[in-house]
């Protein structure tokens, strides 16, 4: 899949999968769920207060007949309530209605009833940006503050299983710092290093490794040419892993804000994927980040 209509074109043929709604008494989430229902990419199980959830509904002609209803007024509950319907497979992903995230994510991680896996929670974004002949995926700009060489490994096992759901069988992974060449005095070089000795080693699979590497020879094939790299994944990255979660984030805002492209995001690491969208988020953001969840849930 090389754009976001690709997404939602392909979570039509997969779909409708089921979503339950954590606390889905929230407007925009609502305006999203409708949507995706509308284009038979999701059926939705909503928890939460539905008499404050009828409300809205109303206020914006939403037929809630068209939707399974659970009643639970208490934010953490409608939580567990969300996480243990997909546990026990009677939905396929859970999305962050009106809750905390800290909220959802505990009770993702409870040990009774929740999706653990033993890996970490990462968060992927897809974006589609003008000008390029694929997607690109940004990890992680959301879920984790530093990590170290074996966060990064499961960060890019995270990042490659959402590619490969979009039918990207052995994505080009890139580990972006500040220059492409090793230094000690930089840590997140040395890691990248590591990283991709550790792949050399067969120690991460299904996909291409390389880094350190700087952001325009990661992307660009001619800046990669230009400074004389010579490396499968040189210019022609799919995945970009950025060293943390400052970098992530500035690098995720720049794209959404100053290139005003489409993307989609998602929490991977769980046994489901999870959609937490932000207020911030277009509706049709929304609407691509239940399509990307749609797809991840489909292929294992």
């Known amino acids: 899949m090389r754009n976001i209509d690709d997404i939602i074109k392909f979570a039509k043929e997969r779909g409708p999968k089921t979503v339950s709604v954590a606390c889905c008494q929230d407007e925009d989430v609502l305006i999203a769920v409708e949507n995706a229902r509308k284009e038979h990419i999701v059926n939705a199980i909503l928890i939460g207060d539905i008499d404050k ?23 953490a509950e409608a ?25 959802i994510l505990k009770a993702v991680l409870n040990k009774e009833i929740g999706l653990r896996t033993g890996n970490i929670l990462s968060h992927v974004a897809v974006f589609d940006i003008e000008g390029y002949d694929r997607l690109f995926f940004i990890t992680d700009a959301a879920m984790n503050l530093a990590p170290d060489v074996n966060g990064k490994k499961q960060i890019i096992e995270n990042a490659c299983s959402v590619a490969k759901s979009l039918d990207i069988e052995k994505p ?13 005095k930089m840590k997140d070089t040395v890691d990248a290093k590591e990283l991709e000795d550790m792949y050399l080693r067969g120690e991460i699979k299904d996909c291409v490794v390389g880094g350190p590497f700087a952001l325009d020879n990661a992307i660009s094939e001619e800046a990669a040419r230009h400074k004389g790299i ?17 970098a992530g984030n500035v ?13 989609a995001g998602l929490i ?3 046994k489901a994927p999870i959609i937490l969208t932000s207020r911030a988020d277009s509706d049709k953001t929304k609407l691509n980040s239940i399509a990307l969840g749609v797809l991840a849930s489909t292929k294992k």
């Open 268 to 270: 991977v690491g769980a």
């Open 53 to 75: 959830t009828k409300k809205i509904a109303e206020n914006l002609n939403i037929n809630l007949d068209n939707y399974e209803l659970v009643d639970i007024k208490g934010l």
């Open 79 to 103: 939580c567990l309530k969300a996480v243990e319907l997909v546990s026990t497979k009677k939905a396929d992903m859970v999305m962050k209605g009106l809750v905390d995230t800290s909220i």
């Open 172 to 184: 080009k992974v890139a580990l972006i710092c500040a220059k492409e060449k090793v230094n000690p």
């Open 230 to 246: 010579n490396h499968p994944v040189a210019g022609k990255a799919d995945i970009l892993v950025v060293p943390d979660i400052e």
């Open 251 to 263: 690098l995720y805002k720049s794209i959404t804000y100053f290139a005003k492209c489409e993307n």
